[in-house]
């Protein structure tokens, strides 16, 4: 008697690099919909401030549109016990962020003399894909932590371990 065992259960779960490759999609939506927010509201600031400090603007208000977007869209499925945690977390990383973005930005525009505002939006462009690579690692690793997952293998290990009676 000869028994196939199928690779791949309708039940199955999703593999690591499915599941890797969904939240990055799903986190580059929400990074592409707050870097129109962001430049919708840098280019009418960049007429009346500074570059550096109309980014900084700009991107707190893309900021606080972001954490709609990864909360309850992308990691809607993490941890919702500590919220407050959470978006102190996300402020912070948020605010490194913005440091690091700036910091790319400053470096671009006055390192190369270059302040016109169509060089201001291509090195922001840069500065927002520097910063993204570091919010991404920051926030799936401390921010949005996963509630972790029923896994049906240690479940029915655990069944059996709870059900093992030591005593002959």
């Given at each position: 008697?000869?028994?196939?065992?199928?690779?791949?259960?309708?039940?199955?779960?999703?593999?690591?690099?499915?599941?890797?490759?969904?939240?990055?999609?799903?986190?580059?939506?929400?990074?592409?919909?707050?870097?129109?927010?962001?430049?919708?509201?840098?280019?009418?600031?960049?007429?009346?401030m500074q570059t550096v400090r109309a980014?900084?603007?700009?991107?707190?208000?893309?900021?606080?549109?972001?954490?709609?977007?990864?909360?309850?869209?992308?990691?809607?499925?993490?941890?919702?016990?500590?919220?407050?945690?959470?978006?102190?977390?996300?402020?912070?990383?948020?605010?490194?962020?913005?440091?690091?973005?700036?910091?790319?930005l400053y470096a671009l525009t006055y390192?190369?003399?270059m302040k016109s505002k169509l060089a201001?939006?291509?090195?922001?462009?840069?500065?927002?894909?520097?910063?993204?690579?570091?919010?991404?690692?920051?926030?799936?690793?401390?921010?949005?932590?996963?509630?972790?997952?029923?896994?049906?293998?240690?479940?029915?290990?655990?069944?059996?371990?709870?059900?093992?009676?030591?005593?002959?």
């Amino acid at each position: 008697m000869t028994t196939t065992i199928s690779a791949e259960s309708p039940a199955a779960p999703p593999s690591v690099l499915r599941r890797l490759i969904n939240e990055l999609a799903k986190f580059g939506v929400v990074g592409i919909v707050g870097v129109v927010v962001q430049l919708v509201v840098l280019v009418p600031l960049l007429d009346v401030m500074q570059t550096v400090r109309a980014n900084i603007v700009a991107t707190l208000i893309a900021i606080a549109s972001n954490y709609v977007g990864y909360r309850y869209w992308v990691y809607r499925d993490a941890d919702k016990k500590t919220r407050s945690r959470e978006i102190m977390l996300f402020l912070l990383f948020s605010g490194i962020g913005l440091v690091v973005q700036n910091g790319v930005l400053y470096a671009l525009t006055y390192g190369l003399d270059m302040k016109s505002k169509l060089a201001s939006l291509a090195f922001t462009i840069i500065g927002i894909g520097v910063a993204t690579l570091f919010r991404f690692w920051s926030y799936r690793t401390w921010v949005f932590k996963a509630v972790p997952a029923a896994d049906p293998s240690l479940a029915a290990l655990t069944a059996e371990t709870s059900s093992f009676d030591p005593q002959p």
